[in-house]
Nanobody, 126 residues
Framework: QVQLVESGGGLVQAGGSLRLSCAAS????????MAWFRQAPGKEREFVAG????????YYADSVKGRFTISRDNAKNTVYLQMNSLKPEDTAVYYC???????????????????WGQGTQVTVSS
């Protein structure tokens, strides 16, 4: 079992930055691929960014490439999402997710992930 707790959300103006954190507890964090998803009102949950268990591979949705950076610190059992140049369309609840995988695979579909945090609200004003 893995417990995930997100933090760092808030209200920011367009062009600003936020850093989300996801603290994990439970089973060995370093064996899990981690990802961030987001869900805006009336929309489906969508993949934002993912990182392999070692941190050696990262993946991003086209909509956030060049603006968001995912990273992890296995010693601290934490994964981060640095969000720069934020846009109003980035407004959503952001969720952290964990998936136990073999190798360096990082799933990009929500159904693949076994564990989820409670979410943190990010609101970008224009």
């Amino acid at each position: 079992q893995v417990q995930l707790v997100e933090s760092g959300g808030g209200l920011v103006q367009a062009g600003g930055s936020l850093r989300l954190s996801c603290a994990a507890s439970g089973r060995t964090f370093s064996t899990y691929a981690m990802a961030w998803f987001r869900q805006a009102p009336g929309k489906e949950r969508e993949f934002v960014a993912g990182i392999s268990w070692s941190g050696g591979r990262t993946y991003y949705a086209d909509s956030v490439k060049g603006r968001f950076t995912i990273s992890r610190d296995n010693a601290k059992n934490t994964v981060y999402l640095q969000m720069n140049s934020l846009k109003p369309e980035d407004t959503a609840v952001y969720y952290c997710a964990a998936d136990w995988v073999v190798g360096v695979a990082v799933p990009t579909t929500a159904a693949a992930y076994d564990y989820w945090g409670q979410g943190t609200q990010v609101t970008v004003s224009s």
